[in-house]
């Protein structure tokens, strides 16, 4: 079926280090969604892509939409210990119903 | 606002038992979902529903019955538990345009099932 492929799976960082997850789809996106899991907790949304090449900020986040609507990225800058947890992209394929989640990118970071 | 709240928070069922999760949202949300999440994964789509009266399935839906009777409320129903059912469900709400989940989700806190 459709998938949305997110790499890499784990990530361990210092704390001070960046940070970024890379999310692929092999269709075309009306938009992609990006969403964090502290440990033990729900998913939280953070932000939404829909334009072509979008570039979005947050603090120390940046979202990245590809030109071809097809990937995405979520770069942290100077990663703190508050960053911890999985970060999920969700895409919505054009004429879906529905959007498909990626598995995730645990990120680590020591103090 | 309570947001999306989910009952139990925490269940053990015995192969073969039948059960119900509960999800409701007070937010008058149109589209409401089932998701299951296992270890080290992803949120798998289970069903979901664009409106009252309206259900339909996501890629993981044997096993599993909904039904949509208001706005607020979208049970989950385990026919005949199975071990392979032990995970982590969340239900989510969103505002939808058209027939799609155009919006943010918002996720309940999640119930943990175990099957033996």
């Known amino acids: 079926g459709q998938q949305v492929m997110q790499i890499p799976q784990y990530q361990h960082v210092q704390e001070g280090e960046d940070f970024t997850t890379y999310c692929n789809s092999s269709t075309t996106l009306s938009n992609i969604q990006w969403y964090k899991q502290r440990p033990g907790g729900h998913p939280v949304f953070l932000i939404q892509?829909?334009?072509?090449?979008e570039v979005k900020k947050q603090k120390r986040l940046t979202f990245q939409f590809g030109e071809a609507k097809k990937n995405s990225s979520l770069h942290i800058t100077a990663t703190q210990t508050t960053d911890v947890g999985t970060y999920f992209c969700?895409?919505?394929?054009?004429?879906?119903?529905?959007?498909?989640f990626g598995d995730g990118t645990t990120l680590t970071v020591k103090p | 606002n309570a947001g999306v709240t989910q009952t139990p928070k925490f269940q053990v069922l015995k192969t073969g038992q039948s059960m119900t999760l509960q999800c409701a949202q007070d937010m008058n949300h149109e589209y409401m979902s089932w998701y299951r999440q296992d270890p080290g994964m992803g949120l798998r789509l289970i069903h979901y529903?664009?409106?009252?009266?309206?259900?339909d399935q996501g890629e993981v839906p044997n096993g599993y019955n909904v039904s949509r009777s208001t706005t607020e409320d979208f049970p989950l129903r385990l026919l005949s538990a199975a071990p392979s059912q032990t995970s982590v469900y969340f239900c989510?709400?969103?505002?939808?345009?058209?027939?799609?989940?155009?919006?943010?989700?918002?996720f309940g806190p999640g119930t943990r099932l175990t099957v033996t």
């Open positions: 892509l829909v334009k072509s090449g």
């Open positions: 969700a895409g919505l394929m054009d004429h879906a119903g529905k959007s498909t």
């Open positions: 989510a709400s969103s505002y939808s345009r058209g027939l799609a989940a155009y919006n943010e989700q918002y």
């Open positions: 529903s664009v409106g009252a009266g309206i259900t």
